[in-house]
């Protein structure tokens, strides 16, 4: 039994369309001290792909419970669930920031990747797993594989958004 197609899959279009049959240059060119349009791509690769990794080796996790919210993740959680807005000056945390120089291909593969690895994810846990498997988000704590996928959304977006502002869109 298939479960319907996930808005992870339209990842790809968001994020990579307005990139396609552009020149590498622009991939890896940005404004000074901002991350460059692959760098972009690698940065949601890297935290589409840790956290498909991460479901993916607890899925015969004994059935989980959401651990309690601090005040700051209910915070972050309102901002970013409520508002889909990140608060500026929010550094990545380090396992999702991208090195100095990536290029295009290598973004790319990474990111089709991870989205890939979501589709798994979803074929493998839901809807069996959909509210006793937790990941823990660094800025908003516990979170389902609905959640994460949700979260894998607006991010990709706001996101996306930077990607068109640094190629002229």
């Given at each position: 039994?298939?479960?319907?197609?996930?808005?992870?899959?339209?990842?790809?279009?968001?994020?990579?369309?307005?990139?396609?049959?552009?020149?590498?240059?622009?991939?890896?060119?940005?404004?000074?001290?901002?991350?460059?349009?692959?760098?972009?791509?690698?940065?949601?690769?890297?935290?589409?792909?840790?956290?498909?990794?991460?479901?993916?080796?607890r899925k015969?996790?004994?059935?989980?419970?959401?651990?309690?919210?601090?005040?700051?993740?209910?915070?972050?959680?309102?901002?970013?669930?409520?508002?889909?807005?990140?608060?500026?000056?929010?550094?990545?945390?380090?396992?999702?920031?991208?090195?100095?120089h990536i290029?295009?291909?290598?973004?790319?593969?990474?990111?089709?990747?991870?989205?890939?690895?979501?589709?798994?994810?979803?074929?493998?846990?839901?809807?069996?797993?959909?509210?006793?498997?937790?990941?823990?988000?660094?800025?908003?704590?516990?979170?389902?594989?609905?959640?994460?996928?949700?979260?894998?959304?607006?991010?990709?977006?706001?996101?996306?958004?930077?990607?068109?502002?640094?190629?002229?869109l």
């Amino acid at each position: 039994m298939t479960n319907a197609p996930t808005p992870i899959g339209e990842l790809p279009v968001l994020v990579l369309g307005p990139l396609r049959g552009r020149a590498a240059g622009e991939w890896e060119r940005g404004p000074a001290g901002k991350w460059t349009p692959a760098q972009i791509v690698e940065h949601l690769a890297l935290g589409l792909t840790l956290s498909a990794e991460t479901f993916l080796a607890r899925k015969n996790h004994a059935p989980m419970t959401r651990r309690a919210r601090t005040p700051a993740e209910k915070i972050a959680r309102l901002f970013i669930f409520g508002f889909r807005w990140f608060p500026p000056g929010r550094k990545a945390p380090e396992r999702t920031t991208p090195p100095p120089h990536i290029d295009r291909a290598a973004a790319e593969a990474h990111f089709l990747a991870g989205v890939e690895a979501w589709d798994q994810v979803d074929r493998t846990l839901l809807p069996e797993r959909r509210s006793n498997l937790f990941v823990k988000h660094p800025r908003m704590g516990d979170l389902t594989v609905e959640e994460w996928m949700r979260f894998h959304v607006i991010h990709a977006r706001h996101h996306a958004r930077q990607i068109r502002e640094r190629i002229g869109l």
